[in-house]
């Protein structure tokens, strides 16, 4: 037992020097990489691999204890991960997230530790269950996994003192042996989760590092463009009437452009937070959320800004961030008026609407738009990060980010669409009572 206890101190004093900066700023992934492949795969291989492990511990290599009934359930919840498409969908939503972290914590810690104890901790499930730790800490969070394989645990040797099966005693020394095993595959599992959940977050702060001092060397020339238009304005007062209003305009142009550069930068450097959403959220109210957006939008000619309409049916409160959701209603203007430009027909008044409603007791923003549409297979791909309908000026974030934004209201965002025939984005969010 000395030497599990000297293992456990070692382990965590370097634990405590690794993971200061985690704690301190913690970036929890309750599903690590969640797209949807990885966790259809992770179902599939929980729905088929467990009846095939039954075939091998109750039939070809026999061991002391199997259930049927056990290995049917656990491949029923890897099912549900298939059959269920809103447990698959990117970004998760926060109910897909509790019910990812509740199948993983049944069929993994709980229902490997309840099986290596009623299996009398035998040399199949002492390499099993120590496999468990390093699948468990490569599905999620190493916060969640170390919890969960904890409590799992726990809650495996209560139950089987309970109504497991009655076993002789184990051979002296067994148990510190098996001890020492699990604990150097625990440590292990944590030790390279911890790495990778600190290299991910570093590479993410490293990225909007790199955004931010591009911002910022960008803005410098955009500044002195804006000087140059006050000079011009000023100049344009010295000279004769029509020369004058001729330098008035270009002032205007130069004006408008810098402050369209500067929208877009912002806009960019908050996509790319895809995964640093503030946690705090405010009471949105969602008629001056969109009067708002609409106003404080850059658009490129008057003509843009006629074609936008806002009609408020029915105003609603929702709680989350007032800030992003205003940039989810700019990414969504945005992509309207770029797909009304690429349009044949010229836009004109009522061309883009954006309305407020509520509808089955729930508050509903709607975002459309006559202008090209988009082919229905692509219906399924817009929300995926980095994907993008317009390659040549499009970053693949912005809708991606207007999922996740909405997600964190407990919100669904939609779109209804086909080519030639414009699009209709509906954001449905929980109205708050009054």
């Known amino acids: 037992m000395s030497t599990i206890r000297a293992v456990y101190t070692g382990a965590n004093e370097m634990l405590r020097s690794w993971t200061s900066n985690e704690v301190v700023r913690p970036l929890v992934e309750p599903i690590l990489h969640p797209s949807r492949w990885r966790i259809r795969a992770l179902g599939l291989a929980t729905a088929f691999g467990h009846p095939l492990f039954y075939f091998a511990w109750a039939k070809l290599l026999p061991q002391p204890y199997e259930s ?3 290995r049917i359930l656990v491949s029923v919840l890897g099912i549900s991960l298939l059959v269920f498409p809103s447990l698959t969908a990117t970004p998760p939503r ?5 019910v990812f972290t509740a199948i993983f914590w049944l069929t993994l810690p709980l229902f490997f530790a309840w099986m290596y104890f009623c299996n009398g901790g035998n040399a199949v499930w002492l390499a099993s269950f120590g496999a468990m730790f390093l699948i468990y800490y490569h599905v999620t969070d ?11 645990t726990l809650l495996a040797w209560l139950a089987f003192k309970a109504f497991g099966p009655a076993l002789p005693e184990w051979p002296d020394g067994q148990v510190a042996t098996n001890a020492l095993v699990l604990a150097f595959c ?3 599992g944590l030790i390279l989760a911890i790495s990778s959940s600190n290299l991910r977050r ?4 490293s990225t909007l590092a790199t955004m931010g001092i591009m911002a910022h060397e960008l803005r410098t020339p955009l500044a002195t463009i804006s000087l140059i238009g006050d000079a011009i304005r000023n100049e344009a007062a010295a000279c004769e009437p029509e020369a004058g209003a001729s330098l008035e305009k270009l002032a205007d142009r130069l004006h408008a452009t810098v402050r369209n550069m500067n929208h877009q930068i912002d806009g960019q450097i908050t996509n790319a937070r895809l995964m640093r959403l503030p946690t705090h959220l405010d009471v949105v109210n969602a008629a001056d959320l969109v009067r708002e957006a609409v106003a404080g939008y850059p658009y490129r000619t008057a003509r843009e800004r006629e074609c936008v309409t806002v009609r408020v049916e029915q105003d609603f409160q929702f709680r989350g961030s007032h800030a992003l959701f ?5 990414n969504l203007l945005k992509n309207a008026l770029r797909s009304l430009a690429a349009a044949s027909h010229s836009s004109g008044p009522g061309d883009l609407l954006v309305l407020v409603r509520t509808s089955g007791g729930r508050g509903q923003i709607v975002v459309q738009d006559r202008g090209v549409g988009m082919d229905p297979r692509l219906r399924t791909l817009i929300f995926t990060p980095f994907f993008s309908t317009n390659r040549a000026s499009g970053h693949g974030l912005g809708l991606a ?3 996740r934004v909405v997600h964190s209201a407990e919100g669904t965002i939609r779109v209804q669409s086909a080519t030639t025939q414009g699009a209709s984005f509906t954001i449905e969010l929980p109205v708050l009572a009054a």
């Open 68 to 70: 049927l009934a056990l």
């Open 94 to 98: 926060k109910s897909a997230v509790v």
């Open 142 to 152: 190493w916060r969640i996994a170390t919890l969960g394989s904890a409590s799992g």
């Open 186 to 188: 625990w440590i292990m």
């Open 202 to 205: 570093e590479q993410l702060n």
């Open 326 to 330: 205003l940039q989810v209603i700019d």
């Open 401 to 403: 980010f207007c999922q």
